[in-house]
């Protein structure tokens, strides 16, 4: 497998685990969606956002759009706090936002070549209040692993939910394809 291949295939884990939470998550009423817990961004609800707009953000930071601004988000804020106001109110259309983001997503890594990955990507971030350069590689690597670890935040709160839990590794993936 070379480079390329290898991005495509943690980012088909990172969108099977998006799926996965997604279908865990609507087994909760909107108040345990809601609930507050100390990890994460503080709830279920809010986590979920937080890794879509993630998402879209370095989406459009390879597509060279730097100052990108996830619809609900609140310049001058730290990401995710407005997220939902104004843009995504619901599961359904977060799943809807989602599908839609992960076909950019697929069609991009489709076309992504050996030599783009060590172009310089840059992102102002919000949170941080400045702008970052970085290769497109640690890009695409970022997004799956900061999505991995909200995934885990993500799970911890559905079993303190009592949801049933989602299939989450890689190896619970690659035995699915086998079948």
């Not at 599961?91 to 783009?116: I, K, M």
């Amino acid at each position: 497998m070379n480079a390329p291949e290898i991005l495509q295939r943690l980012h088909r884990h990172r969108a099977w685990v998006n799926r996965n939470l997604l279908d865990a998550a609507t087994s909760l009423t909107d108040e345990r969606l809601k609930a507050t817990f100390p990890i994460g961004q503080g709830s279920v609800w809010k986590s979920l956002l937080h890794m879509y707009g993630a998402e879209c953000a370095w989406f459009e930071s390879l597509q060279g759009n730097e100052s990108f601004v996830v619809p609900g988000d609140v310049p001058g804020k730290l990401p995710g706090n407005q997220l939902g106001e104004g843009g995504i109110g619901n599961l359904p259309d977060l799943r809807q936002n989602w599908e839609n983001l992960e076909q950019r997503w697929v069609n991009y890594l489709a076309g992504l070549l050996p030599d783009q990955l060590e172009e310089t990507v840059t992102r102002y971030s919000l949170a941080l209040q400045t702008r970052l350069s970085l290769r497109r590689s640690d890009v695409l690597l970022h997004v799956c692993t900061h999505a991995h670890y909200t995934a885990a935040q993500v799970v911890n709160m559905l079993r303190q939910c009592g949801a049933n839990l989602p299939q989450t590794m890689l190896t619970a993936m690659a035995l699915h394809e086998v079948k």
